[in-house]
């Protein structure tokens, strides 16, 4: 049973214009959200996370939106750029009642920003 | 130094071959973690170390043994390993077990033939 859904495997857009990438989750125990960036080859890295306290967390290009009412949120990233162009994993975590927090993981969205 | 290192990047092994993959991260995180990830799925969990002792397995066949020298070193010891072993290996560091930003290294890709 996936927990953490993104249902775009992929997504192309033009330098310059918005991208969106969304993510749905079905545990209402999760409560805290990250987006990871993860280029061919190399492992995936931190770009922004969002607590579900919060609704919009912005940092530069990118802004993550949380709706918990939908268990939804999106990653926009504007303007987008060539380099933007890797497979961005959405992830999430709640406390498991134990000491270590695990993140599941969405199954990755491909974004391509074409020049 | 913000970086998680793992050796070596790339490792082809027979199912009789015994292997190890290596781990280490000098930003002073007390909580380690091994990943799999199979092409075009997500990273899933195999283990989990709190302060150098084991604090999850992920019901991980027995063939992948664990290791936490000290605080900075993580291993991966391989042995009798199945073609559907095939995956890129990830190592990953929080800076406390309870801290959800994980910062991963590049990976091993592993081939076992």
């Known amino acids: 049973d996936q927990q953490v859904k993104q249902n775009s495997p992929s997504l192309s857009v033009q330098e310059g214009r918005i991208s969106i990438l969304n993510c749905d989750y079905t545990?209402?125990?999760?409560?805290?959200f990250l987006w990871y960036k993860k280029y061919p080859a190399e492992g995936p890295t931190f770009l922004i996370s969002?607590?579900?306290?919060?609704d919009k967390n912005e940092d530069g290009r990118f802004t993550v939106f949380l709706n918990k009412s939908a268990k939804h949120l999106s990653l926009h990233i504007v303007p987008s750029q060539p380099g933007d162009s890797a497979v961005y994993f959405c992830?999430?975590?709640?406390?498991?009642?134990?000491?270590?927090?695990?993140?599941?993981f969405g199954k990755g969205t491909l974004l391509t920003v074409n020049p | 130094d913000t970086e998680v290192t793992q050796t070596p990047k790339h490792l082809v092994m027979g199912m009789t071959n015994k292997k190890s993959l290596k781990c280490e991260q000098h930003?002073?995180?007390?909580?380690m973690y091994w990943y799999k990830q199979k092409a075009k799925k997500p990273p899933e969990l195999m283990f989990v170390y709190s302060y150098e002792k084991l604090s999850i397995n992920e019901s991980v066949p027995s063939r992948f043994s664990p290791e936490c020298p000290n605080s900075s070193l993580l291993n991966l010891h391989l042995h009798a390993l199945q073609p559907e072993d095939s995956a890129l290996y990830l190592c990953?560091?929080?800076?406390?077990?309870?801290?959800?930003?994980?910062?991963f290294g590049s990976g091993t890709q592993l081939s076992v033939l």
């Open positions: 969002i607590s579900s306290i919060k």
């Open positions: 545990n209402s125990m999760f409560d805290y």
């Open positions: 992830a999430a975590s709640g406390n498991s009642g134990g000491s270590n927090y695990k993140l599941t």
């Open positions: 930003m002073g995180h007390r909580a």
């Open positions: 990953a560091s929080t800076r406390a077990p309870n801290e959800e930003k994980l910062f």
